[in-house]
């Protein structure tokens, strides 16, 4: 091959590489998603726990009679808004009547007259009077029981200031119920002049209040 003819080929291929489509460039990488916060989730507070573990705890009182008197009861303790609701009937009770009712300070009724379950439970140290009057009272004052003609009393009430399970000096678990064998008059100490014991029972705990047992975590390394 001659140099013009050289010349010719070189000049062809040159302009052959040049027209040729160059090759195509890489797409670039999709760029990877932000990262998404979590909302942090926020311990209930304190007496916000403290609350659900009372709400949890109740009690119960099976009341037998005293001295032949045929009067007996079961009743039910719920934590209610301020203090515990008592709920549940009586029967066997002298149709048409009142009869004093209250919650006593030892949780014994094995004397045959009720005497073993002691006083009327008093923490405060308070005199006897009318729980949903204006003066003060013990914290075992209730109302009377009211009596239908069948000898059965309803009862459903709130107790402000009792307490279930808390350990407390105004817990009621381990107290007694004494229903007496007339009216409370709200104000004759110490006992409202309500006459003799008719039925005793002993407050048991029903539903413990849960605790939280898990164990506390390390302690954290410096």
């Known amino acids: 091959m001659n140099p013009k003819q050289t010349l010719l080929a070189a000049a062809c291929a040159f302009a052959l590489a040049a027209c040729s489509p160059s090759a195509p460039e890489a797409a670039p990488e999709a760029a990877a998603p932000a990262p998404v916060a ?18 949890a705890a109740s009690a119960r009182v099976v009341l037998a009679p005293l001295q032949d008197s ?10 209610a808004d301020g203090g515990v609701r008592i709920h549940g009937s009586i029967t066997g009770l002298p149709a048409g009547g009142q009869h004093g009712f209250h919650v006593h ?3 014994d009724c094995s004397a045959p007259d009720g005497s073993s379950a002691g006083g009327h439970f008093n923490p405060a140290g308070a005199p006897h009077g009318d729980r949903h009057g204006d003066g003060p009272h013990h914290a075992g004052d209730m109302p009377n029981l009211d009596v239908g003609a069948d000898g059965s009393a309803a009862v459903n009430q709130v107790l402000a200031g009792l307490e279930i399970a808390s350990g407390g000096p105004n817990d009621i678990i381990g107290r007694a119920v004494i229903v007496h064998a007339q009216a409370d008059d709200y104000a004759t100490q110490p ?7 008719i039925a005793c029972g ?16 390390p302690a954290p390394q410096e």
């Open 38 to 55: 979590e909302a942090p989730v926020e311990a209930a507070p304190a007496d916000a726990a403290a609350g659900l573990t009372q709400l």
């Open 70 to 79: 045929g009067v007996a009861g079961d009743l039910a303790f719920d934590i």
């Open 105 to 107: 300070e030892t949780g």
């Open 191 to 197: 006992t409202g002049n309500a006459g003799g014991r």
């Open 202 to 217: 002993v407050i048991e705990l029903v539903n413990a209040p849960p605790t939280d047992a898990s164990p506390a975590g």
